[in-house]
């Protein structure tokens, strides 16, 4: 088989079990947390302290005790955990990690475009999805996460217009289920965006009784060829509501089927696309490849040589103000 361009290809094999038993030493001998995001790999979460999707997290830092903290998911998520904690170290494994969406938005163009909609007289606030940089988050008036994105848009002023960036998706979707016209930035997740309606369909027809999940950054072709729409706590709390045992496609980013199969082992989980092969095992296709960046190793060697430390910027004050308004309260 071919090597996948989700694999570390500069890291040698080491075994899984040895790297967990030195992190877990350097925790302590470093004074170090762990948070990790769903979608990095199913044995980093176990070794974590604290896993979750961008907004469990980002109060989960505020409850952190240790100096330093080492945030096993992508760049825009470790800032967060700065602007809340100042005073401590803030790691990641890999700085290469980023992520789509908050590269489709850069903070210049954003600016740019707000002040060109005032020159055209529009009153509008902004609104950013969590997957933006700190300096985009900046310009913001308020950031959501897929858990409170609703919640949050449902009592801004009605006389007021929403730009909502960057994932359009999201912000077609909440449009949708809340009735607000919103403007759109032309921004959406590599991995979300990589379904197809014809794999959902195929994999559908394979497992006739399944009920398809999908996360609300996918494309509208597969949320309205879904049975359940949510972020990823949704997602768990829906399969935690289900006893019998169920299949389920899962049409978010593979690593989602992890802690989806510890909370409910009775289940069957599929991801989409579901392409089975003859031994009866199926393609996990959508896999992230920023998230993938996160290995036992890298955590390892972040932590061991307090490497790829995220430093406070002067745009981290404002940042943190909309975050701390928008998430923590």
């Known amino acids: 088989m071919s090597q996948s361009v989700f694999e570390q290809t500069d890291e040698k094999w080491e075994d899984p079990l040895d790297l967990i038993d030195e992190i877990e030493e350097l925790k302590k001998e470093k004074d170090a947390t762990i948070l990790a995001h769903y979608y990095v790999d199913g044995e980093i979460q176990d070794v974590a302290d604290f896993t979750g999707d961008s907004l469990k997290l980002a109060r989960d830092a505020t409850k952190v005790t240790t100096s330093t903290i080492l945030f096993s998911g992508v760049h825009f998520m470790a800032e967060t955990a700065k602007m809340l904690n100042p005073e401590k170290t803030v790691l990641i494994p890999d700085l290469l990690a980023g992520c789509s969406l908050a590269e489709s938005c850069p903070a210049d163009k954003l600016a740019a475009y707000q002040e060109q909609l005032r020159a055209e007289g529009r009153d509008f606030l902004t609104v950013a999805y969590i997957n933006t940089s700190a300096a985009v988050k900046s310009l913001c008036d308020w950031i959501v996460t897929s858990g409170n994105a609703r919640e949050i848009v449902d009592k801004l002023p009605a006389d007021k217009e929403i730009l909502f960036v960057p994932d359009q998706h999201l912000g077609r979707y909440l449009s949708e289920v809340t009735g607000r016209e919103m403007i759109l930035w032309p921004g959406a997740c590599m991995v979300h965006e990589m379904f197809s309606l014809q794999d959902l369909l195929r994999a559908k027809k394979n497992n006739p009784e399944s009920i398809v999940i999908a996360h609300p950054e996918c494309p509208k072709n597969i949320l309205d060829a879904s049975d359940f729409i ?31 199969e510890k909370l409910g082992p009775q289940h069957k ?16 296709c959508n896999r992230c490849p920023h998230m993938a960046r996160n290995t036992l190793q890298a955590v390892r060697d972040s932590l061991k040589k307090n490497q790829y430390e995220i430093e406070w910027q002067p745009f981290f004050d404002k940042a943190k103000d909309v975050v701390e308004k928008s998430l923590l309260n």
């Open 230 to 260: 949510g972020g990823t706590e949704k997602m768990r709390r829906f399969i935690e509501s289900k006893s019998e045992p169920t299949t389920f496609l899962v049409a978010t980013e593979a690593n989602m089927i992890h802690p989806l």
């Open 269 to 284: 989980f599929i991801p989409v696309p579901g392409i089975m092969t003859s031994t009866g095992e199926t393609c996990a």
